[in-house]
């Protein structure tokens, strides 16, 4: 399967734990995005990378929230001292930036749950 | 500040049904709109993308429009089954997708 994929799928952590994720972008794509989703709300965006610059933060990113994408590949993204409110589920995206479409696919997501 | 909003919000119909979906944004300088389907707890699977030089896309049953200089997108699914049961979600495309909040889409037998 070539599509985009992320692991975990689920994450049951305790406050105040830190977590990671990890997003695997489809091969040739060179934008890798990171979405936040909470229940009955669309993805709002976080942050996203060209090869391995980041380019764009929202302001939902807060310092406890972190995103690298070494070598312009994988993505992790890491959130420390996690909070209640953190719960959600994580999305990432990629695209290929060279064609007018810069069409973003999806990840299965990571859904975090905070107790 | 880009803000995309889709109406309505939830909708039942039975199967057979044409149903038309509507997004409406503030903002028409985007380079694209795109459409997606999400199954409960899922990802989103990309439906059609929809370039700011055109007016429409077409893939099977759906069909989405675009009008930029009103900000308008409209999806129109016809002969609608109950396999299409899904929220239904649309995103204009700066250099990140805005995305709106969805309707929610019950078809029943």
């Known amino acids: 399967d070539t599509g985009v994929s992320q692991d975990p799928r689920h994450k049951i952590t305790k406050r105040g734990q830190n977590v990671t994720f990890r997003c695997d972008p489809i091969?040739?794509?060179?934008?890798l995005y990171w979405y936040r989703q909470t229940l009955g709300q669309g993805p709002e965006f976080l942050t996203y990378?060209?090869?391995?610059?980041?380019?764009?933060k929202s302001r939902l990113l807060s310092d406890r929230f972190s995103a690298e994408r070494p070598k312009g590949s994988f993505s992790t993204l890491e959130i420390q001292r996690t909070e209640q409110g953190d719960s959600a589920m994580y999305l990432c995206?990629?695209?290929?930036?060279?064609?007018?479409?810069?069409?973003?696919?999806f990840g299965p997501g990571t859904r975090l749950t905070v107790l | 500040k880009q803000e995309v909003t889709q109406i309505p919000a939830a909708l039942s119909v039975p199967e057979g049904e044409n149903l038309v979906l509507n997004c409406s944004f503030t903002?028409?300088?985007?380079?694209?709109l795109q459409w997606f389907r999400q199954d409960p707890g899922k990802g989103l699977t990309s439906l059609l993308l929809?370039?700011?030089?055109?007016r429409e896309q077409t893939s099977g049953r759906l069909n989405a429009s675009l009008d930029k200089s009103s900000g308008r997108s409209t999806l129109y699914i016809a002969a609608s089954q109950p396999g299409d049961s899904a929220t239904y979600l649309c995103?204009?495309?700066?250099?990140?997708?805005?995305f709106g909040t969805g309707t929610r889409l019950q078809v029943f037998p």
């Open positions: 995206a990629s695209s290929f930036s060279g064609t007018s479409y810069n069409e973003q696919f």
């Open positions: 091969s040739e794509h060179n934008r």
């Open positions: 990378f060209q090869n391995e610059a980041q380019l764009e």
């Open positions: 903002d028409s300088a985007i380079y694209n």
């Open positions: 929809i370039q700011s030089s055109q």
């Open positions: 995103a204009v495309q700066g250099d990140k997708l805005i």
